[in-house]
């Protein structure tokens, strides 16, 4: 039963084996003799810092996303030793991991094997259902009337105020994903930080962002003039990767059976808990987040870190947007370097012979739910209602999966035809343009689908390119809504949990 099991759930693996290699190429960063005394460089720094603001979102929720609320955890602490008060620090998380029955350590968070509790004093600004998409752009916008629920905690900044945004989840093309629907989309997104911007509210403003194809919510969509400056764990078109999983080098502890962290936000926060960030530039940072995250630029398993908006800024110091923590005043590039050695990502051993003679030494983002799915199952008493129950939640997990991929395929050969559907569903336009060209389109075609075929869930988002395509072919609705319902019939689609009555449109 278990060796069955095994091959049902690798059919899911061995999809993502493949890492796309794109690549951005550094942009050299000049430095006009006007710019030398801009804002927030070295010298008239302290004095025109004006308050730093943060806002760190775990877009996700349950055990299995466990390492998403952990990174926002992780995050917070690090900002509040580097003496930002909590007055300016909005988190939104789900907030059902630290007491969660599956959690071994009830009441504790940790991002790392070794790491100490990073959920104590975490604030509980926007937690549960009201973690969504509309309280994240009324914090941001400073709109505290348009808020519901929460702490009603609000980004309040001035012009000379710096802003700081980490996002971390699960993430599609053109999309993040949020615990209560509907997700964020890039083109709204890009509208707040407009609207930001011509407010007059903050001088600068730096955003990292963990999520799959998260560069796709920025790549032909964020000015250069908005004085914002973004990096994303992937490009437009790959997974990032989670960490510090069962089985990988270093492992979790023992009692753990799901991935602890995300490689790329652990990279930067690591990075910032051992050096002076009065020194270390965003540059810096980059540099070496994009090395530690691509598995030492193998990109066997891992992502291309990317960069966007205005890269001037990043000749400017962490510490302007996280603080200063005392205790790393005396910390060199030469004395931290050797802290940081990249994460040796290993599968568990039953997964690593299945793949013998492949280079596959990672699990992306996508796959790490039914790791934890495959891991709970496996430790489960032999014969217990956790085991069996365990069982159920992957063996659902992998049906709704193969449904979404056969009904997306299916409908694009019912309106492209079966030699010419699958090529264009996964067709990718070039480097720097725009997903879609209209994106009301993109919405109502995933309220389409999901009306005849079911929630997409985080696994799905995978597909929003293959929406996007459809209309950027020129798909009106009426022929994706006959298309759909083809298709999920033909595939015998059963709502169930994944109805759209039980979780909403997820657009």
């Not at 939104?92 to 959690?103: E, G, L, R, S, T």
């Not at 730096?206 to 000015?223: D, K, T």
């Not at 008493?381 to 159920?392: F, I």
């Amino acid at each position: 039963m278990d060796h069955l099991l095994f091959l049902f759930i690798w059919t899911a693996f061995t999809a993502t084996i493949v890492i796309a290699a794109r690549f951005q190429p550094e942009e050299a960063l000049i430095v006009m003799p006007s710019e030398e005394s801009r804002p927030g460089n070295i010298g008239d720094a302290e004095s025109r810092i004006g308050t730093r603001w943060a806002v760190l979102v775990a877009g996700s929720s349950g055990y299995g996303n466990y390492r998403h609320q952990a990174d926002v955890c992780h995050a917070y602490q690090l900002l509040k030793r580097g003496g930002l008060k909590d007055e300016n620090i909005v988190v939104f998380m789900y907030d059902d991991i630290a007491n969660n029955v599956a959690n071994p350590r009830p009441g504790v968070i940790i991002n790392s094997p070794d790491g100490e509790d990073v959920y104590a004093g975490v604030p509980k600004d926007y937690t549960g259902r009201d973690v969504t998409t509309s309280n994240f752009y009324a914090v941001l916008l400073g709109n505290k009337s348009a808020t519901i629920g929460g702490s009603g905690k609000v980004v309040d900044s001035r012009p000379d105020d710096h802003v700081f945004i980490f996002y971390s989840d699960h993430g599609g093309p053109g999309v993040l994903g949020m615990p209560t629907n509907p997700n964020l989309f890039a083109d709204d997104f890009i509208e707040v930080l407009r609207q930001k911007h011509a407010a007059g509210t903050y001088r600068e403003m730096v955003l990292y962002v963990e999520a799959c194809e998260s560069g796709s919510i920025f790549e032909g969509l964020l000015p250069e003039a908005l004085n914002i400056y973004v990096t994303t764990a992937s490009n437009a078109e790959e997974s990032s990767w989670g960490t510090y999983c069962p089985g990988m080098n270093p492992p979790p502890p023992p009692e753990f059976h799901t991935c602890l962290g995300d490689l790329y936000s652990v990279s930067w926060m690591e990075d910032s808990d051992v050096h002076n960030l009065k020194q270390e530039t965003l540059k810096d940072q980059y540099k070496t987040v994009k090395i530690r995250t691509s598995n030492l630029n193998t990109y066997i398993t891992g992502s291309h870190v990317m960069q966007y908006g205005d890269v001037n800024i990043s000749r400017e110091e962490l510490y302007l947007y996280m603080g200063f923590h005392p205790g790393n005043d005396g910390v060199t590039s030469s004395t931290s370097e050797n802290l940081l050695l990249p994460v040796s990502i290993a599968l568990p051993a039953g997964l690593q012979t299945f793949l013998e003679g492949k280079k596959a030494v990672g699990i992306n983002q996508r796959d790490a739910d039914l790791l934890y799915l495959w891991n709970k199952y496996k430790m489960a008493n032999e014969g217990s209602s956790e085991k069996l129950e365990a069982q159920r939640e992957m063996v659902q997990a992998m049906v709704h999966r193969m449904h979404l991929d056969s009904s997306i395929e299916l409908v694009g050969k019912l309106l492209f035809g079966y030699e010419q559907g699958p090529a264009i569903l996964k067709a990718v336009r070039p480097p720097g343009q725009v997903l879609v060209d209209d994106w009301s389109c993109l919405k109502a075609m995933v309220r389409t689908f999901e009306s005849h075929c079911g929630s997409l869930g985080q696994y799905g988002l995978k597909h929003m390119r293959a929406l996007a395509n459809l209309c950027n072919a020129g798909i009106d609705m009426k022929r994706m809504a006959i298309a759909c319902a083809d298709a999920c019939a033909q595939n015998g689609y059963i709502p169930g949990a994944w109805s759209t009555l039980k979780s909403g449109f997820s657009a």
